[in-house]
């Protein structure tokens, strides 16, 4: 019965189910070592592990350097042997927190410090460090949001140095128009 709360947040696995069997308890781990990050939605929700990473890019359009991306209440994974090259219990902590704070009213770019902080750590920041400049949250967002890969490489190593209260890499220099050098996805 002490195990009612976990078996209730359980998943719907869909995909490969020899991996299924692999992850139940990688993710259950995952699940406890977030909970402080905030409460799961209520819900059915499900897991989909992808067979090949062609249907995980079509399915998600996530880039290739992506591993895990949420469509929906649906967490979709790379295939196995991919996973197996990272931390997969790393992996699912960031896209679990990403599912707690769904619905947190959180800028893109402070729920993603959240999901970075969570990936080596059990509890949030006690408080977080000072929040950037207008213009720099909003390059941020943009970055994670729309951005190509030197934006995002950027964004990320930004969030990384914020977190751990290190100096902060410089923005990228923006046209003299003051639009991004870059030209934001669809
Ligand atoms: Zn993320």
Known sequence: MLCAPILAQAPMWIGDPDTA???????????????????????????????SDDSFE????????????????????RPIEKLRRRDIGEILRHELVHRRLASSRLRPWEEEARCLY??????????????PMKPIQARLDLALRRGNTASQAWAYAWLRAWIA???LPPAPPLKSSGRENWKPDR
């Open 21 to 51: 069997s692999l992850l139940e308890q990688e993710l259950q781990a995952a699940m406890r070592a977030t909970e402080a990050f905030g409460a799961m939605p209520v819900g059915p929700w499900s897991v989909h592990l992808h067979l």
């Open 118 to 131: 969570a990936e080596g750590h059990t509890q949030p920041q006690e408080s977080w460090p000072l929040a």
């Open 58 to 77: 079509k399915t998600t359009g996530a880039p290739p350097q992506r591993f895990a991306a949420w469509a929906g209440a649906t967490l979709h994974l």
């Open 165 to 167: 209260r290190k100096p």
